[in-house]
């Protein structure tokens, strides 16, 4: 069965200072992979998606970025981070079979 | 672009009774998925139950149910005997069928169940 894994599941970080978010999936091949986060507890905004290896796009500009080294890997990163990208950082997987994502369990991110 | 708006932020219900949330979206397309999505306390998101646009059947999964009105563009969800651990965030969303097979959010409507 497939599985997607998300880690740190907790990250207090200063401001200025670097980021790295990583997100696996096993027991499936060439998934579409996202990355969201949730401010506030409430709506959850796409912030980067790939559908293959190299292959990222970005919905909103911002301090963040995302990488996919491998097909099953997707790392958010930032150089230096700002008070603002704080919040609830959740990674998704699907397939082209449009049964919806299924999501990692998430990391809150405090920036300080 | 499509848009999903759920009209209740919060919603409280007291245990075993049935509570419906309300979702509309927008979009030009024909062919589109919808979900409704879970969030409880732990923030892990779940999927709910899904309904493929082309289906004129609304979906049901055992105590969840859809009201869906594609000409409407509703998409509503009903919770029959609610339990305390229902108690979460429900968040509709709406994908296209393309290849890109993006979701769109609502903002979410934080339900309650009282004992």
């Known amino acids: 069965s497939q599985t997607i894994h998300q880690w740190p599941a907790t990250l207090v970080q200063p401001v200025g200072s670097p980021l790295s978010l990583e997100c696996t999936v096993e027991?499936?091949?060439?998934?579409?992979l996202y990355w969201y986060r949730q401010a506030a507890g409430r709506g959850l905004q796409l912030l980067f998606y790939?559908?293959?290896?190299?292959?990222i796009s970005s919905e909103v500009p911002q301090n963040l970025s995302a990488s996919r080294p491998q097909d099953r890997q997707f790392i958010l990163s930032s150089k230096k981070l700002l008070l603002s990208d704080s919040g609830f950082y959740l990674c998704?997987?699907?397939?082209?079979?449009?049964?919806?994502?299924?999501f990692g369990s998430g990391t809150r991110l405090t920036v300080v | 672009a499509q848009t999903v708006t759920q009209s209740q932020p919060e919603m409280s219900v007291q245990e075993a009774e049935t509570v419906t949330l309300s979702c509309t979206y927008d979009?030009?397309?024909?062919?589109?998925?919808l979900f409704w999505y879970k969030q409880p306390p732990s923030r892990q998101m779940i999927l709910v139950i899904r309904?493929?646009?082309?289906?004129?059947q609304n979906a049901t999964e055992n105590r969840f149910s859809v009201n869906f009105q594609k000409a409407a563009k509703s998409f509503s969800l009903k919770i029959s005997d609610s339990q305390l651990g229902d108690t979460a965030m429900y968040f509709c969303?709406?994908?296209?069928?393309?290849?890109?097979?993006?979701?769109?959010f609502g903002k979410g409507t934080r339900l309650h169940i009282l004992p």
């Open positions: 998704a997987w699907s397939h082209v079979n449009n049964y919806g994502y299924t």
């Open positions: 309904q493929e646009a082309y289906k004129q």
């Open positions: 979009t030009s397309e024909n062919n589109y998925y």
């Open positions: 790939s559908v293959g290896i190299g292959q």
């Open positions: 969303a709406f994908m296209s069928g393309n290849r890109d097979d993006k979701i769109i």
């Open positions: 027991g499936t091949s060439n998934p579409n």
